[in-house]
T-cell receptor, first 109, second 114 residues
Framework: AQRVTQPEKLLSVFKGAPVELKCNYS??????LFWYVQYSRQRLQLLLR??SRESIKGFTADLNKGETSFHLKKPFAQEEDSAMYYC???????????FGQGTRLTINP | DAGITQSPRHKVTETGTPVTLRCHQT?????MYWYRQDPGHGLRLIHY???????DKGEVSDGYSVSRSKTEDFLLTLESATSSQTSVYFC?????????????FGQGTRLTVV
C-alpha cells in the first residue's frame, strides 16, 4: 500500500533561518512525488514535483529512494512562506493520489 | 480558478440524513478526487475517478459513495450522515497520467453534521 508520512504537524522557524519539512513514503513501485501548499484563504496548489527537479520560491526537494524520503528545503525562510504544506504520492495505473498529514509552517519575524 | 467548482460551500445537516456534495469541472480532465481534511489527519482520499463510470475507493471510503455519470461532474454522497463525517471536503481534478500533470483543487465544502 502507498503511504506518505510527514512527522511534524507544526514547525516554527525564524525569518532567515533554514527550513526543512520532512516527508517519507512507502510504495513498492516507482514513486512520483509532489509538494503542495495551502496559503491562508487560498486553494491548495502545487509547489513542486520531483520529476521536474526545479526550485520554486526558493524551495527544493530531492527524492532519496534509499531513505524513501522527499524532504522540502529552503535555505532562508521568509514570512510569506507561512502555510500548510502537504507531501503527496501518485500511484501509476489508476493514478491514485494520496497525501500526508501536512505540516503547518510558521515563520516568525 | 482552474475551472473547478464545489457546491454547496457550507452545509449543516442532521445525523442520519443523506447528503450529496457536487464537484463540477469545465476542463474536461479525466481524473477527479474527493478528499476530506481534518486536523491531525491532513488530506485523506475518500474516492477517486479515472473516467466516466470508473471509480475506486480511497483510504477512508466507508460511509461514502460516489458517482460520475459524465466527465464534468463527480458527486460524493453520504448515505446517512454521522458526526464523524463533519469535515472540510475537497475535490481535485487532473488532466492525465504522469507526474507532469498537476492536480487542481476546489474551494472546499465545510460540512457539519449535528
Amino acid at each position: 500500500a502507498q503511504r506518505v508520512t510527514q512527522p511534524e504537524k507544526l514547525l516554527s522557524v525564524f525569518k532567515g533561518a533554514p527550513v526543512e519539512l520532512k516527508c517519507n513514503y512507502s510504495y513498492s513501485g516507482s514513486p512520483e512525488l509532489f509538494w503542495y501548499v495551502q496559503y491562508s484563504r487560498q486553494r491548495l496548489q502545487l509547489l513542486l514535483r520531483h520529476i521536474s527537479r526545479e526550485s520554486i520560491k526558493g524551495f527544493t526537494a530531492d527524492l532519496n529512494k534509499g531513505e524513501t524520503s522527499f524532504h522540502l528545503k529552503k535555505p532562508f525562510a521568509q514570512e510569506e512562506d507561512s502555510a500548510m504544506y502537504y507531501c503527496a504520492l501518485l500511484r501509476g495505473g489508476a493514478q491514485k493520489l494520496v497525501f500526508g498529514q501536512g505540516t503547518r509552517l510558521t515563520i516568525n519575524p | 480558478d482552474a475551472g473547478i467548482t464545489q457546491s454547496p460551500r457550507h452545509k449543516v445537516t442532521e445525523t442520519g440524513t443523506p447528503v450529496t456534495l457536487r464537484c463540477h469541472q469545465t476542463e474536461n480532465h479525466r481524473y477527479m478526487y474527493w478528499y476530506r481534511q481534518d486536523p491531525g489527519h491532513g488530506l485523506r482520499l475518500i474516492h477517486y475517478s479515472y473516467g466516466v463510470k470508473d471509480t475506486d475507493k480511497g483510504e477512508v471510503s466507508d460511509g461514502y459513495s460516489v458517482s460520475r455519470s459524465k466527465t464534468e461532474d463527480f458527486l460524493l454522497t453520504l448515505e446517512s450522515a454521522t458526526s464523524s463525517q463533519t469535515s472540510v471536503y475537497f475535490c481535485a481534478i487532473r488532466p492525465g497520467q504522469g507526474a507532469n500533470t498537476e492536480a487542481f483543487f476546489g474551494q472546499g465544502t465545510r460540512l457539519t453534521v449535528v
